[in-house]
């Protein structure tokens, strides 16, 4: 019984996820398992906790892992964590927007401490090059190939102008033009204009297929129009370029890439047996 539900409270939350991810919802649920661990300590509200550091104020996706936790709640009570929903529910919008079904461990249990101090020790910055954040990965025992197979998660959803502004600066007439001499300029002209009135206005991460799970994206890595610093820095390095080259030239093979990287992303910092616990709320420890 707990099983069927788990499957339906899964999908109802993965399906809300797809519906949603101009709100950056599924990189906000990829976030929430990653470096900081797959205990789901981001979901815990309250003063100086994960979810107040500036780093994950634009995360979005809590109202719908709270609503399948809810459901879950209501006919299998202190059963399934947060973590497992989390897990489950980023699997399955990969799913819902054209990726193939992963295979996931279950069983995980939920961190009883949530810190914002944690957060920028486990976090990649859009300002790290690649060896920065290699060391970052390889800290957690994941390796280049899974930097760039991870990286293409970004497939999926937009991010606000802000994030990217240090690819720009202004020259000697107040124009924008991008630091990099290597992003499109075609692409660069477009960015500029949508984020000339406002740097809360949105821009896909992936051009012209953000609403799929595919790998148009090592493509456009490839052309120059990355939008991020930390995807452009992928193909400016030997080893992450080949990387890339080989996911945008067969869509197979980045998804064989990515079943192995995600399974690996969401065995970090688990939680089991005595450790943690199981949360009522996602949002709250246990008598919190």
Request: with cysteine; charged share 20%; aromatic share 6%.
């Given at each position: 019984?707990?099983s ?14 797809h519906?949603?991810?101009n ?8 976030l ?10 981001v979901?815990?509200?309250g ?6 550091d ?19 709640e209501?006919?299998?009570?202190a059963t399934?964590?947060s973590?497992d929903?989390?897990?489950l529910?980023?699997?399955?919008a990969v799913?819902l ?9 279950l069983?995980r249990?939920?961190s ?6 944690n957060v ?5 910055d ?6 920065a954040?290699?060391?970052s990965?390889a800290?957690k025992g ?6 760039v197979?991870?990286?293409g998660g970004?497939?999926?959803?937009s991010?606000?102008c ?10 000697a007439?107040?124009?924008?033009v991008?630091v990099?001499?290597?992003m ?6 477009e ?14 991460c992936?051009?012209?297929s ?6 148009p ?6 052309d ?19 990387t890339v080259?080989?996911?945008?030239q067969s869509?197979?093979?980045f998804?064989?890439?990515w079943?192995s ?11 089991t047996?005595s450790?943690g ?6 949002s709250s420890?246990?008598?919190g």
């Amino acid at each position: 019984m707990c099983s069927r539900n788990l499957a339906i409270a899964a999908n109802h939350a993965s399906e809300n996820l797809h519906a949603s991810t101009n709100e950056k919802s599924f990189q906000g649920c990829n976030l929430l398992i990653s470096f900081q661990g797959c205990d789901a300590p981001v979901l815990i509200q309250g003063n100086d906790s994960e979810r107040t550091d500036p780093a994950n104020l634009s995360l979005g996706g809590f109202n719908v892992i709270d609503e399948a936790k809810r459901l879950l709640e209501a006919v299998c009570p202190a059963t399934v964590s947060s973590s497992d929903i989390v897990v489950l529910a980023a699997r399955d919008a990969v799913t819902l927007t054209g990726g193939q079904s992963v295979p996931v461990s279950l069983g995980r249990r939920d961190s009883l401490v949530s810190l914002a101090s944690n957060v920028r020790r486990s976090i990649i910055d859009t300002g790290f090059s690649v060896d920065a954040m290699a060391a970052s990965f390889a800290s957690k025992g994941l390796t280049m190939d899974d930097l760039v197979t991870l990286s293409g998660g970004l497939t999926i959803g937009s991010a606000h102008c802000g994030t990217f502004r240090e690819r720009f600066r202004p020259d000697a007439n107040g124009s924008m033009v991008p630091v990099d001499g290597t992003m499109n300029t075609d692409y660069a002209t477009e960015l500029a204009r949508t984020c000339a009135a406002s740097e809360s206005a949105t821009v896909d991460c992936d051009e012209g297929s953000a609403a799929t799970f595919d790998n148009p994206y090592f493509g456009n890595l490839l052309d120059g129009r990355a939008l991020l610093r930390t995807d452009a820095v992928l193909v400016q390095n030997p080893t992450t370029r080949a990387t890339v080259a080989a996911c945008a030239q067969s869509q197979e093979s980045f998804f064989r890439s990515w079943a192995s990287s995600f399974a690996r992303l969401t065995s970090l910092g688990v939680k089991t047996g005595s450790d943690g616990e199981i949360r009522r709320l996602c949002s709250s420890v246990n008598g919190g």
